[in-house]
Protein backbone atom coordinates (compact mmCIF):
# COMPACT_ATOMS: atom_id res chain seq x y z
CA UNK A 1 0.00 0.00 0.00
CA UNK A 2 3.00 2.45 -0.70
CA UNK A 3 0.60 4.65 -3.08
CA UNK A 4 -1.28 5.70 0.47
CA UNK A 5 1.26 8.02 2.39
CA UNK A 6 -0.41 10.10 4.50
CA UNK A 7 -0.51 13.14 5.25
CA UNK A 8 1.51 14.84 8.54
CA UNK A 9 0.90 17.56 10.84
CA UNK A 10 2.00 19.08 14.15
CA UNK A 11 -1.46 19.04 15.83
CA UNK A 12 -1.38 15.59 18.06
CA UNK A 13 -5.31 15.81 17.86
CA UNK A 14 -7.24 14.82 14.86
CA UNK A 15 -10.78 15.51 16.42
CA UNK A 16 -11.40 17.76 19.57
CA UNK A 17 -15.04 18.19 20.51
CA UNK A 18 -16.87 20.09 23.41
CA UNK A 19 -21.07 20.17 24.39
CA UNK A 20 -21.65 18.77 20.48
CA UNK A 21 -25.78 18.93 20.47
CA UNK A 22 -27.85 18.02 17.67
CA UNK A 23 -31.42 18.24 17.36
CA UNK A 24 -34.19 17.16 14.68
CA UNK A 25 -37.28 18.45 15.38
CA UNK A 26 -37.89 17.60 19.11
CA UNK A 27 -35.57 14.62 19.16
CA UNK A 28 -31.86 15.44 20.79
CA UNK A 29 -29.67 13.12 18.46
CA UNK A 30 -26.64 14.27 20.12
CA UNK A 31 -26.56 15.58 24.23
CA UNK A 32 -23.09 16.89 24.39
CA UNK A 33 -20.62 15.19 22.89
CA UNK A 34 -17.27 15.37 24.36
CA UNK A 35 -14.74 13.53 21.80
CA UNK A 36 -10.17 13.13 21.88
CA UNK A 37 -9.18 11.75 18.64
CA UNK A 38 -5.42 11.68 18.40
CA UNK A 39 -3.64 11.38 14.97
CA UNK A 40 -2.48 8.87 13.21
CA UNK A 41 -4.44 6.15 15.65
CA UNK A 42 -7.48 3.76 14.25
CA UNK A 43 -10.54 5.06 16.64
CA UNK A 44 -13.40 2.92 16.69
CA UNK A 45 -16.73 4.64 17.40
CA UNK A 46 -19.53 2.19 19.42
CA UNK A 47 -23.12 2.58 19.67
CA UNK A 48 -26.67 0.69 19.35
CA UNK A 49 -28.86 2.15 16.51
CA UNK A 50 -29.88 5.65 16.82
CA UNK A 51 -27.58 6.48 19.40
CA UNK A 52 -26.13 9.44 17.53
CA UNK A 53 -22.83 7.52 15.46
CA UNK A 54 -23.41 8.33 12.06
CA UNK A 55 -25.09 11.98 13.39
CA UNK A 56 -21.65 13.05 14.68
CA UNK A 57 -19.49 11.62 11.96
CA UNK A 58 -21.96 14.55 9.68
CA UNK A 59 -20.80 16.91 11.78
CA UNK A 60 -16.87 16.83 11.99
CA UNK A 61 -16.78 16.18 7.96
CA UNK A 62 -19.07 19.58 7.76
CA UNK A 63 -21.97 17.39 6.15
CA UNK A 64 -24.43 19.46 8.35
CA UNK A 65 -24.06 21.87 11.38
CA UNK A 66 -24.43 21.39 15.07
CA UNK A 67 -27.14 23.13 17.29
CA UNK A 68 -24.66 23.38 20.07
CA UNK A 69 -20.92 22.83 20.98
CA UNK A 70 -17.43 23.31 19.43
CA UNK A 71 -15.06 21.22 17.95
CA UNK A 72 -11.70 21.76 15.94
CA UNK A 73 -10.80 18.98 13.37
CA UNK A 74 -7.57 18.53 12.45
CA UNK A 75 -6.62 22.02 13.91
CA UNK A 76 -9.25 23.46 12.03
CA UNK A 77 -12.44 25.45 14.22
CA UNK A 78 -15.48 24.03 12.36
CA UNK A 79 -17.86 26.77 12.63
CA UNK A 80 -15.10 29.16 10.74
CA UNK A 81 -12.95 27.03 8.63
CA UNK A 82 -15.21 24.21 7.10
CA UNK A 83 -13.44 24.64 3.45
CA UNK A 84 -10.02 23.63 4.94
CA UNK A 85 -11.28 20.78 6.59
CA UNK A 86 -13.27 19.61 3.35
CA UNK A 87 -9.63 19.65 2.00
CA UNK A 88 -8.02 17.32 4.43
CA UNK A 89 -10.97 14.44 5.39
CA UNK A 90 -12.88 12.08 3.24
CA UNK A 91 -15.99 10.14 3.82
CA UNK A 92 -16.93 6.85 3.06
CA UNK A 93 -20.62 6.02 4.08
CA UNK A 94 -22.53 2.36 4.86
CA UNK A 95 -24.00 2.50 0.90
CA UNK A 96 -21.33 2.78 -1.96
CA UNK A 97 -21.64 5.97 -3.91
CA UNK A 98 -20.65 4.38 -7.04
CA UNK A 99 -22.00 4.50 -10.78
CA UNK A 100 -22.60 0.91 -11.55
CA UNK A 101 -22.95 1.74 -15.14
CA UNK A 102 -19.32 2.91 -15.11
CA UNK A 103 -16.10 0.72 -14.64
CA UNK A 104 -14.23 0.72 -11.87
CA UNK A 105 -11.44 2.95 -13.52
CA UNK A 106 -13.99 5.58 -15.05
CA UNK A 107 -15.43 5.62 -11.79
CA UNK A 108 -12.22 7.11 -10.00
CA UNK A 109 -11.39 8.99 -12.36
CA UNK A 110 -14.83 10.89 -12.12
CA UNK A 111 -14.17 11.27 -8.52
CA UNK A 112 -10.24 12.60 -9.22
CA UNK A 113 -11.98 15.31 -11.24
CA UNK A 114 -14.67 16.29 -8.15
CA UNK A 115 -11.81 17.07 -6.54
CA UNK A 116 -9.79 19.17 -8.24
CA UNK A 117 -7.44 16.53 -9.31
CA UNK A 118 -6.52 17.32 -13.66
CA UNK A 119 -7.58 14.72 -16.33
CA UNK A 120 -3.70 13.03 -16.45
CA UNK A 121 -3.76 13.18 -12.62
CA UNK A 122 -6.98 11.25 -12.34
CA UNK A 123 -6.27 8.59 -14.79
CA UNK A 124 -2.89 8.45 -12.85
CA UNK A 125 -4.50 8.14 -9.26
CA UNK A 126 -6.99 5.44 -10.53
CA UNK A 127 -4.42 3.76 -11.89
CA UNK A 128 -2.49 3.52 -8.47
CA UNK A 129 -5.51 2.94 -6.16
CA UNK A 130 -6.24 0.08 -8.54
CA UNK A 131 -3.48 -1.43 -7.94
CA UNK A 132 -2.81 -0.64 -4.07
CA UNK A 133 -6.75 -2.28 -3.89
CA UNK A 134 -5.99 -5.25 -6.36
CA UNK A 135 -8.93 -4.17 -8.40
CA UNK A 136 -6.69 -3.90 -11.44
CA UNK A 137 -8.11 -6.88 -13.55
CA UNK A 138 -11.38 -5.35 -13.19
CA UNK A 139 -10.42 -1.95 -13.76
CA UNK A 140 -12.09 -2.36 -17.30
CA UNK A 141 -15.77 -4.15 -15.66
CA UNK A 142 -18.77 -1.57 -15.50
CA UNK A 143 -19.22 -2.01 -11.56
CA UNK A 144 -22.71 -3.04 -11.15
CA UNK A 145 -21.02 -6.57 -12.28
CA UNK A 146 -18.59 -6.52 -9.01
CA UNK A 147 -19.13 -8.31 -5.92
CA UNK A 148 -20.07 -6.68 -2.31
CA UNK A 149 -16.07 -6.65 -1.53
CA UNK A 150 -15.16 -5.38 -4.78
CA UNK A 151 -17.60 -2.48 -4.50
CA UNK A 152 -16.46 -1.63 -0.74
CA UNK A 153 -13.16 -1.20 -1.65
CA UNK A 154 -13.58 0.73 -4.70
CA UNK A 155 -15.44 3.26 -2.72
CA UNK A 156 -12.91 3.44 0.24
CA UNK A 157 -10.43 3.83 -3.26
CA UNK A 158 -12.20 6.68 -4.29
CA UNK A 159 -12.24 8.53 -0.77
CA UNK A 160 -8.49 8.26 -0.80
CA UNK A 161 -8.18 10.38 -4.51
CA UNK A 162 -6.56 12.69 -2.67
CA UNK A 163 -4.92 11.50 0.39
CA UNK A 164 -7.01 12.18 3.63
CA UNK A 165 -5.66 13.00 6.87
CA UNK A 166 -8.49 12.01 8.41
CA UNK A 167 -11.04 9.01 7.11
CA UNK A 168 -14.45 8.71 8.38
CA UNK A 169 -15.70 4.88 8.14
CA UNK A 170 -19.10 4.28 8.74
CA UNK A 171 -19.80 0.87 8.93
CA UNK A 172 -17.91 -0.12 5.97
CA UNK A 173 -18.36 -3.87 6.23
CA UNK A 174 -21.49 -3.93 6.20
CA UNK A 175 -23.41 -6.60 4.49
CA UNK A 176 -20.16 -8.18 3.80
CA UNK A 177 -19.16 -12.05 3.72
CA UNK A 178 -16.33 -12.74 6.16
CA UNK A 179 -13.81 -12.87 3.93
CA UNK A 180 -14.61 -9.72 2.30
CA UNK A 181 -14.44 -8.20 6.03
CA UNK A 182 -11.09 -9.62 6.32
CA UNK A 183 -9.52 -7.87 3.09
CA UNK A 184 -11.50 -4.29 4.02
CA UNK A 185 -9.73 -4.98 7.97
CA UNK A 186 -6.40 -5.39 6.19
CA UNK A 187 -7.00 -2.06 3.95
CA UNK A 188 -7.92 -0.40 7.40
CA UNK A 189 -4.48 -1.08 8.47
CA UNK A 190 -2.81 -0.20 5.80
CA UNK A 191 -4.44 3.50 5.68
CA UNK A 192 -3.30 3.68 8.65
CA UNK A 193 0.41 2.71 8.47
CA UNK A 194 0.42 5.20 5.75
CA UNK A 195 -0.07 8.13 8.13
CA UNK A 196 -3.61 8.95 7.79
CA UNK A 197 -5.95 8.97 11.00
CA UNK A 198 -9.35 6.64 10.50
CA UNK A 199 -12.49 7.47 12.17
CA UNK A 200 -14.69 3.80 12.29
CA UNK A 201 -18.23 3.61 13.14
CA UNK A 202 -19.09 -0.35 13.02
CA UNK A 203 -21.93 -2.68 14.75
CA UNK A 204 -19.38 -4.98 14.83
CA UNK A 205 -17.92 -5.68 17.83
CA UNK A 206 -15.08 -7.79 16.64
CA UNK A 207 -14.31 -5.29 13.99
CA UNK A 208 -13.71 -3.21 16.37
CA UNK A 209 -11.67 -4.49 18.30
CA UNK A 210 -9.31 -6.44 15.95
CA UNK A 211 -8.62 -2.17 14.20
CA UNK A 212 -9.12 0.19 17.00
CA UNK A 213 -6.53 1.62 19.06
CA UNK A 214 -8.83 3.77 20.94
CA UNK A 215 -12.88 3.19 21.31
CA UNK A 216 -15.47 5.73 22.62
CA UNK A 217 -19.17 4.18 23.27
CA UNK A 218 -22.04 6.37 22.78
CA UNK A 219 -25.65 5.98 23.84
CA UNK A 220 -28.71 8.17 23.29
CA UNK A 221 -26.72 10.59 22.27
CA UNK A 222 -24.05 10.78 25.17
CA UNK A 223 -20.74 9.20 25.37
CA UNK A 224 -21.13 6.42 27.96
CA UNK A 225 -17.78 5.31 28.34
CA UNK A 226 -13.91 6.04 26.64
CA UNK A 227 -10.42 3.68 26.31
CA UNK A 228 -9.30 0.83 24.74
CA UNK A 229 -11.01 -2.31 24.37
CA UNK A 230 -8.60 -4.09 27.89
CA UNK A 231 -9.67 -0.59 29.16
CA UNK A 232 -13.52 -1.30 28.68
CA UNK A 233 -13.73 -5.01 30.22
CA UNK A 234 -11.93 -4.09 32.81
CA UNK A 235 -14.16 -0.80 34.08
CA UNK A 236 -16.92 -3.46 33.37
CA UNK A 237 -15.44 -6.42 34.44
CA UNK A 238 -16.35 -8.01 30.98
CA UNK A 239 -14.65 -11.13 29.48
CA UNK A 240 -15.48 -9.24 26.12
CA UNK A 241 -16.02 -6.01 24.22
CA UNK A 242 -19.56 -7.80 23.41
CA UNK A 243 -19.98 -8.08 26.72
CA UNK A 244 -18.79 -4.68 28.00
CA UNK A 245 -20.30 -3.34 25.29
CA UNK A 246 -23.83 -4.53 26.20
CA UNK A 247 -23.00 -3.15 29.84
CA UNK A 248 -22.52 0.14 28.86
CA UNK A 249 -25.61 0.72 26.92
CA UNK A 250 -28.06 -1.73 28.23
CA UNK A 251 -28.27 -4.12 25.79
CA UNK A 252 -29.45 -4.29 21.83
CA UNK A 253 -31.20 -1.37 20.84
CA UNK A 254 -33.78 -0.95 17.73
CA UNK A 255 -33.13 0.98 15.19
CA UNK A 256 -34.71 5.23 16.31
CA UNK A 257 -35.26 7.96 14.46
CA UNK A 258 -33.14 10.29 16.11
CA UNK A 259 -29.64 9.42 14.43
CA UNK A 260 -29.45 12.13 11.17
CA UNK A 261 -29.08 10.52 7.81
CA UNK A 262 -26.62 7.20 7.28
CA UNK A 263 -25.82 8.13 4.27
CA UNK A 264 -22.00 9.39 3.27
CA UNK A 265 -20.17 9.68 0.54
CA UNK A 266 -16.91 11.14 -0.79
CA UNK A 267 -19.13 13.37 -3.37
CA UNK A 268 -20.80 14.72 -0.17
CA UNK A 269 -17.99 16.51 0.51
CA UNK A 270 -17.73 18.34 -2.58
CA UNK A 271 -21.60 19.45 -2.57
CA UNK A 272 -21.83 20.38 1.09
CA UNK A 273 -21.21 23.47 0.48
CA UNK A 274 -25.00 23.99 0.04
CA UNK A 275 -25.24 24.25 3.43
CA UNK A 276 -23.07 27.38 3.98
CA UNK A 277 -24.68 29.01 1.78
Known amino acids: MSKLIGRTGSDEW ?9 LYGKAQALDGIDLAIPRGQVFGFLGPNGAGKTTTIRILATLTRPDGGSA ?18 AVTGQFASLDEDLTGYENLIVFGRLRGLSRAASRRRAGELLD ?3 LTAAAGRPVGGYSGGMRRRLDIGAS ?6 LLFLDEPTTGMDPRSQLGVWQLVRDIAAAGTTVLLTTQYLAEAEELAEGIAVIDHGR ?3 EGTSAELRARTGAGTL ?13 SSPTDGPTDGSPADLVLATSEDS
Open 242 to 254: QEAFLTLTGGPTD
Open 132 to 134: AFD
Open 160 to 165: LIVTPD
Open 223 to 225: IVA
Open 14 to 22: AVQAHGLVK
Open 72 to 89: RVLGFDLAHERDAIRARI
